[in-house]
């Protein structure tokens, strides 16, 4: 995708979304850091609503340690992997309380270190606390990236530094919420909704369905 098509890309995205936010539902950011490493391999909606009761009782890494890891697990047996995020948690918890004061640290590099954090948790943490041009690829970003030609590449890694080259400066902060939003909605995996799709004809995807319960049709 040509330097000006990636900007227009973006321009429309912005256009009929101002102001993108994750859909994980959160009061500070503690709270923020649970939800995202509870979110892998589960819907934000599952999280949100396992969540709804627990964060109304912890708000902070100690509440969490008073809460304890069973009491933490009758909030989130719906969640997937619920066993082995419940012991992350509480790890990441405790260090919290005893290096952090309490504080979730404002560096990407500390928090891959915490229990049940990876590059992705890291990055979404970093964008949506504070505000840093970071760019989570989960399965949506990955699949707009390589289908879109936005951004290729064969590791989730790969399309990060893809997207870290190419999305100009006025959507940086935004970007990661625009692509997952697109890849959530329209983009899908199985059927894209290239019918209704804002930036198809900047779109490299050879099969495009363009109309509503049609079959793909070339580009």
């Known amino acids: 995708m040509k330097k000006d098509d990636i ?59 008073d809460l304890g890891e069973d009491g933490l697990k009758t909030h989130i047996r719906t969640i997937g992997l619920f066993n082995s995020k419940a012991k992350n948690v509480i790890a990441l918890s405790e260090i919290l309380v005893r290096d952090y004061d309490g504080e979730v640290p404002d560096d990407r590099d500390a928090l891959v270190e915490l229990p049940g954090v990876g590059r992705k948790t890291a990055n979404v943490v970093m964008n949506c606390a504070f505000g840093a041009e970071t760019f ?57 909704e290239c019918w209704r799709c804002p930036i198809v004809d900047l779109c490299a995807y050879k099969d495009k369905i363009l109309k509503k319960g049609g079959g793909r049709k070339a580009s």
């Open 7 to 65: 900007f227009e890309f973006f321009r429309r995205l912005a256009e009929l979304n101002p102001s993108p936010e994750t859909e994980l539902q959160f009061g500070n950011t503690y709270q923020l850091l649970v939800a995202v490493v509870l979110s892998a391999q589960a819907t934000d909606v599952g999280v949100n609503k396992a969540t709804r009761a627990l964060f109304q009782q912890v708000k902070t890494p100690q509440q969490m340690l």
């Open 136 to 192: 989570a690829v989960d399965t949506h970003i990955f699949r707009v990236g390589n289908r879109t030609g936005l951004a290729k590449g064969k590791t989730p890694l790969a399309v990060e530094k893809q997207l870290e080259k190419k999305v100009p400066a006025p959507f940086r902060v935004g970007a990661h919420h625009w692509l997952i939003l697109h890849g959530r909605y329209i983009c899908k995996a199985r059927t894209p």
